[in-house]
């Protein structure tokens, strides 16, 4: 396990053996979309445009990971902070 720099991307942990990509975004940088949307509608924040720059990248980010066979887990900091950490559980068993 550990950082993953792929020539093109980088992503916060690997597991190799079972292809797995972790990325742990930032609720505000990355636009947690519990949190943000484009219109700030339905009691969510507006994106700006920092946020919307750094999805883009994010959804090149995913498209690379499918294309390589790589499972891609996105973890965000509000899961951290409340301690929920289910998502890794397909990892630990």
Same mark, same amino acid.
């Given at each position: 396990?550990? /950082? %993953?720099?792929?020539?093109?991307?980088?992503?916060?942990?690997?597991? !190799? $053996? +079972?292809?797995?990509?972790? #990325?742990? $975004?930032?609720?505000?940088?990355?636009? &947690?979309?519990?949190?943000?949307?484009? &219109?700030?509608?339905?009691? +969510?924040?507006?994106? &700006? #445009?920092?946020?919307?720059? %750094?999805? !883009?990248?994010?959804?090149? !980010?995913?498209?690379?990971? !499918?294309?390589?066979?790589? #499972?891609?887990?996105?973890?965000?900091?509000?899961?951290?902070? &409340?301690?929920?950490? /289910? +998502?890794? +559980?397909?990892?630990?068993?």
């Amino acid at each position: 396990m550990g /950082s %993953k720099n792929t020539g093109i991307f980088q992503y916060d942990f690997i597991i !190799k $053996n +079972k292809r797995i990509l972790i #990325e742990v $975004n930032g609720d505000y940088w990355h636009g &947690n979309p519990n949190l943000f949307n484009e &219109n700030g509608t339905d009691g +969510k924040r507006k994106l &700006n #445009e920092i946020q919307i720059n %750094k999805q !883009k990248k994010d959804i090149l !980010k995913q498209e690379f990971a !499918k294309n390589h066979n790589f #499972e891609l887990i996105y973890i965000w900091e509000t899961e951290v902070n &409340n301690g929920d950490y /289910s +998502k890794l +559980k397909k990892i630990i068993c």
